[in-house]
């Protein structure tokens, strides 16, 4: 390891070079989340992958944008269209069951006019502790994965999950509570107005593709359309913790998403 690298953009280009020769398992095993961040920081110092060249077409399967079906319903008329009293608004929420039970409400993260918008699933423990999307394992890897194609949350990527409070024991939201409390998600989506959205996990990419019996593996590998905003689906990365195969998946989805941001005019 040279003198003039610091560790951090070390092992953030490590994390690239592995990710680019389609290695899988990636252990981030004992960094805090400040130190995670900071890999994220170094990671765009050093240089991350720019737009696409012309010498690399993406895949056939890749080409054709995907639209919903028709019908699908648009945001609650009854929230405000204020991003602050939005905000305020699911601070207090009592719609549901999971009010009973929450630390905090977990809104969101990263800057309001950021160009690519993360859905996740729903807050664990250390978000309702915290009131932070994505903070744990999951998020740290979220983070640095991000990182690789030159995203960041501080600076470029606004995340939210389905559901803002946790579900008892991290169980998986149940049909009720999604119709509940995805309005606030689509009214964020049309308030920040990302560029792209990138959904993790299969509530997210199913709620926002309205592809409901359509499984996670055959939602991703396709750009989808959700409210005329680019729609990439792939994995959740803590199923990537679970199951490191998903892995390259998870980085091919990145490659589409960044070719994605690259054909509105964007260099993650």
């Known amino acids: 390891m040279t003198e003039d690298r610091p560790l951090p953009a070390e092992i953030a280009r490590l994390l690239r070079q592995r990710l ?16 995670a961040l900071r890999l994220v920081t170094a990671a765009r110092a050093a240089g991350g992958p720019s737009q696409p060249t012309a010498s690399r077409p993406a895949p056939a399967s890749h080409s054709a944008v995907t639209q919903p079906p028709n019908g699908e319903p648009g945001t609650d008329p009854t929230l405000p269209d204020d991003y602050d009293a939005l905000r305020q608004e699911a601070l207090q929420c009592t719609r549901c069951r999971l009010c009973e039970g929450r630390t905090q409400v977990v809104f969101s993260d990263g800057p309001r006019d950021a160009r690519l918008m993360v859905v996740g699933e729903a807050p664990g423990a250390n978000e309702d502790q915290t009131g932070v999307p994505f903070v744990g394992a999951a998020g740290q890897y979220l983070d640095l994965l991000l990182a690789t194609v030159g995203l960041s949350r501080e600076e470029s990527v606004y995340i939210a999950n389905v559901l803002k409070c946790r579900p008892p024991g991290n169980r998986d939201p149940k049909p009720d509570e999604i119709e509940t409390c995805s309005p606030f998600l689509k009214k964020q989506i049309d308030l920040v107005r990302p560029h792209a959205l990138l959904a993790v996990g299969s509530f997210s990419g199913k709620l926002l593709t309205r592809r409901e ?15 005329g905003v680019p729609l990439v689906v792939t994995y959740h990365p803590a199923a990537l913790l679970r199951n490191p195969r998903w892995v390259r998946p998870f980085w091919d989805d990145l490659q589409l998403l960044r070719e994605v941001l690259a054909g509105a005019g964007e260099d993650p």
């Open 213 to 227: 019996k359509v499984s996670l593996g055959k939602l991703r590998g396709a750009v989808h359309s959700y409210h």
């Open 20 to 35: 680019e020769m389609g290695a899988g398992e990636i252990f981030l095993e004992g960094l805090t989340r400040e130190q």
